[in-house]
């Protein structure tokens, strides 16, 4: 248990809920459709879950080589961002180990993609394209104030659209259309991150949506007119095209929304404040743990961010199918 424990932290695991966000999405649409498999849509599952860890545990590793590179002894490299790459960093897994496990990772979703070629065709292609070229300029993109924005197309409309292709060989109007929810969900949760990693991102020159805003309070701002504008796609969506209109369900997540601007302006306002997990709030994992390792300052707002995406998406789903 406690090498599957590290092995979720080396590859951020705990942020698989933003994948299985689409999956659902693309679940609740192929239900829909004759050719649609459960053979397929769970290779399409491990596959863009390996994807993703892949390119959560690449980020990390090129971060490290960047530095050693700059001369940075591998023990004393330090990140300001709780967890990141601690367990390498710590010595727990190799920087050889890291490179095995994404030869692994990578290897075994483009099989996957392969036999989706062999199914659907060409298209498939461009789409593995896409997500590859996402991955590799991921790391440097930071630089140009598109790492929000290339996650977001990840996990919104090119997972979303490429994923339902794969299992259907159809493309959705509406789908599209549901997924620029997913879009701006995830950069949600992204710039709940940046807004808290604000003095490092300026220290390493990098360039967020957040820093955009110029202050922490325009970038709190701005994520609530975010948030405002996906559940508009919501509603616009029930009104004038053809989503269903149990997909309001997606208002159940305002207790979160509530919560993760609350907190977020009482981090940037350094407030002592108590943090407590709520059930209607969604899953705190290993929450011992993080308090135990004083990471529940940073960690309270992450899940809360994470579990509005997530839940957005599972309500979403819900209401497609209701």
């Given at each position: 248990?406690?090498?599957?424990?590290?092995?979720?932290?080396?590859?951020?695991?705990?942020?698989?809920?933003m994948t299985f966000a689409s999956l659902l999405i693309i679940l609740?649409?192929?239900?829909?459709?004759?050719?649609?498999?459960?053979?397929?849509?769970?290779?399409?599952?491990?596959?863009?879950?390996?994807?993703?860890?892949?390119?959560?545990?690449?980020?990390?590793?090129?971060?490290?080589?960047?530095?050693?590179?700059?001369?940075?002894?591998?023990?004393?490299?330090?990140?300001?961002?709780?967890?990141?790459?601690?367990?390498?960093?710590?010595?727990?897994?190799?920087?050889?180990?890291?490179?095995?496990?994404?030869?692994?990772?990578?290897?075994?979703?483009?099989?996957?993609?392969?036999?989706?070629?062999?199914?659907?065709?060409?298209?498939?292609?461009?789409?593995?394209?896409?997500?590859?070229?996402?991955?590799?300029?991921?790391?440097?993109?930071?630089?140009?104030?598109?790492?929000?924005?290339?996650?977001?197309?990840?996990?919104?409309?090119?997972?979303?659209?490429?994923?339902?292709?794969?299992?259907?060989?159809?493309?959705?109007?509406?789908?599209?259309?549901?997924?620029?929810?997913?879009?701006?969900?995830?950069?949600?949760?992204?710039?709940?991150?940046?807004?808290?990693?604000?003095?490092?991102?300026?220290?390493?020159?990098?360039?967020?949506?957040?820093?955009?805003?110029?202050?922490?309070?325009?970038?709190?701002?701005?994520?609530?007119?975010?948030?405002?504008?996906?559940?508009?796609?919501?509603?616009?969506?029930?009104?004038?095209?053809?989503?269903?209109?149990?997909?309001?369900?997606?208002?159940?997540?305002?207790?979160?929304?509530?919560?993760?601007?609350?907190?977020?302006?009482?981090?940037?306002?350094?407030?002592?404040?108590?943090?407590?997990?709520?059930?209607?709030?969604?899953?705190?994992?290993?929450?011992?743990?993080?308090?135990?390792?004083?990471?529940?300052?940073?960690?309270?707002?992450?899940?809360?961010?994470?579990?509005?995406?997530?839940?957005?998406?599972?309500?979403?789903?819900?209401?497609?199918?209701?």
């Open positions: 248990m406690g090498n599957i424990k590290n092995f979720i932290e080396l590859t951020r695991g705990y942020t698989l809920p609740s649409y192929a239900n829909y459709s004759l050719y649609f498999t459960f053979f397929d849509f769970a290779l399409l599952s491990l596959a863009l879950c390996s994807v993703h860890l892949g390119t959560n545990l690449f980020d990390d590793y090129i971060d490290i080589k960047s530095q050693i590179k700059n001369g940075v002894q591998l023990q004393n490299i330090i990140f300001s961002t709780p967890r990141k790459a601690r367990l390498i960093l710590d010595g727990t897994f190799s920087l050889q180990y890291v490179e095995k496990t994404l030869i692994i990772l990578f290897t075994f979703a483009v099989l996957a993609g392969v036999y989706f070629i062999y199914k659907q065709g060409f298209v498939i292609v461009i789409y593995m394209l896409l997500g590859g070229l996402s991955s590799i300029f991921y790391p440097k993109s930071s630089k140009y104030y598109l790492a929000e924005i290339i996650v977001g197309l990840v996990f919104g409309p090119l997972m979303i659209t490429g994923g339902y292709y794969a299992l259907t060989g159809q493309y959705g109007g509406d789908l599209l259309l549901l997924s620029w929810t997913i879009f701006l969900t995830t950069i949600v949760l992204l710039h709940t991150h940046n807004i808290m990693d604000w003095e490092f991102d300026v220290k390493e020159n990098r360039r967020t949506l957040a820093l955009l805003c110029k202050t922490k309070q325009r970038a709190i701002d701005a994520q609530l007119f975010i948030i405002i504008l996906a559940y508009t796609i919501i509603v616009l969506g029930i009104i004038n095209l053809n989503f269903n209109p149990h997909m309001t369900y997606v208002f159940l997540t305002l207790p979160i929304v509530v919560k993760l601007q609350n907190s977020i302006k009482d981090y940037i306002n350094i407030k002592d404040v108590e943090f407590i997990p709520r059930w209607y709030y969604g899953p705190f994992e290993n929450w011992d743990g993080i308090k135990r390792n004083k990471l529940d300052f940073f960690m309270y707002r992450f899940y809360l961010a994470r579990n509005f995406a997530f839940f957005f998406a599972v309500f979403a789903s819900i209401g497609a199918v209701t």
